[in-house]
């Protein structure tokens, strides 16, 4: 694991993944007063036997960690029979499946289902994307002006933005883990050379470092808004510089 974890040859997303959920939980600190009330009225079981790190890790959709001693938990998801009382007085049971990381080979499936689960939540939720975008775009960066550009979005334009986000942190997802020298970005185009020479300047975006770079890759978000993006092919990635309404062009102004 500690080989692993530091060996510079793994997707440095999915080390740095395991790193962060591998750190120690308190219980009394960390987990809300809602999750600990549920917890409190529920009884987990898994194959008979008392499951109560199962049960809270369904509890506060993470994942859980166990040692590959025995078969079953050679696999990222564990059945886990819940019984609870309801806040009415009701009894209730059902089964639920918790995520489970034993192997390293694990990892990958892990990440991309909490991940997927992260961009859910924001599906609904889209005003939060300036905040969350990191937790559910990790293969994507952004530069340091797009916060405020977000803040200027409808709600409409934020869910277009989101999916449009998804489909492209998807793609350096693949780009890293398939190894080829290009990524396959789908429905990403560049600026013409009129455009770029005309309006080049407006192109120009602080990336994460502060540095002012030109993002000359756009995709559409609707008929009216674009992302502007670069290709970082040092780090394998995309950095997003601009998520707003459609810049001028040698054809539109």
């Known amino acids: 694991m500690s080989q692993w974890s530091y060996d510079e040859r793994v997707d440095h997303d999915l080390r740095n993944f395991f790193l962060k959920i591998s750190t120690k939980i308190s219980f009394e600190q960390d987990v809300s007063e809602a999750v600990k009330e549920q ?3 529920s ?3 898994f194959q008979q036997q008392e499951a109560g ?3 809270l890790a369904w509890l506060l959709k993470t994942t859980a960690a166990s040692l ?3 078969e079953y938990w050679l696999r990222t998801h564990i059945p886990v029979h819940r019984k609870w009382l309801e806040s009415t007085g009701t009894e209730r049971e059902k089964d639920v499946r918790v995520l489970n990381l034993s192997e390293m080979t694990h990892v990958p499936v892990v990440f991309d289902e909490l991940t997927g689960k992260a961009q859910g939540v924001l599906r609904d939720e889209p005003v939060k ?3 969350r975008k990191a937790d559910c775009f990790p293969h994507l960066t952004f530069g340091l002006d797009v ?3 977000i803040a200027a979005l409808s709600v409409e334009i934020l869910r277009m933005a989101i999916a449009k986000l ?3 942190d998807t793609a350096v997802r693949n780009w890293r883990r398939e190894g080829t020298d290009e990524p396959v970005l789908p429905k990403v185009n560049p600026e013409s050379e009129a455009t770029m020479q005309q309006y080049g300047r407006e192109r120009e975006f602080q990336c994460a ?3 002012k770079k030109v993002f000359n890759l756009h995709a559409m978000i609707g008929s009216g808004h674009r992302i502007h993006l670069r290709i970082d092919k040092q780090i394998k990635s995309l950095e997003i510089g601009y998520i707003g309404e459609h810049l001028p062009t040698a054809r539109f102004h």
């Open 209 to 211: 470092s502060g540095e």
């Open 39 to 41: 917890f409190s009225l």
């Open 43 to 45: 009884e987990f079981h």
């Open 166 to 168: 998804i489909v492209l």
């Open 68 to 70: 590959p001693s025995e």
């Open 129 to 131: 994307l300036a905040e």
């Open 53 to 55: 790190g199962l049960g």
């Open 147 to 149: 916060n405020t550009q």
